[in-house]
Nanobody, 122 residues
């Protein structure tokens, strides 16, 4: 599907782990940057982690050392392994796919998933 689709959310106790999955179709002629964001009600959506076409990763300060972003290009999948979760990680997590490259079919465009809820209880 063109729009990313998230899965793997749910409820976990503090200290636990979850792995989110984002699946998204890609045009083989284009380049894609993939990332995770999260949002809680009443607050702006915030960056969590990203992975570029060269595999380079970036993390928000709160994610560094606890979260790991990875990609499986053969299956058009991206993952976010979240460890040592705490209640402050409770949010709706969104997958973002940024298409770019040469030609009209690769015109830069942002795609967002519907989001998936992660709830961490104390």
């Amino acid at each position: 599907q063109v729009q990313p689709a998230e899965s793997g959310g749910g409820s976990v106790q503090a200290g636990g782990s979850l792995r989110l999955t984002c699946t998204a179709s890609k045009n083989a002629n284009c380049q894609y940057d993939m990332s995770w964001y999260r949002q809680v009600p009443g607050k702006e959506r915030e960056f969590v982690a990203s992975i570029g076409i060269d595999g380079r990763t970036k993390y928000a300060n709160f994610a560094e050392g606890r979260f790991t972003i990875s990609e499986d290009n053969a299956n058009n999948a991206m993952y976010l392994q979240m460890n040592s979760l705490n209640p402050e990680d409770t949010a709706t997590y969104y997958c973002k796919k940024v298409r770019w490259g040469l030609g009209d079919s690769c015109r830069r465009h942002n795609y967002w998933g519907q989001g998936i809820q992660v709830t961490v209880s104390a």
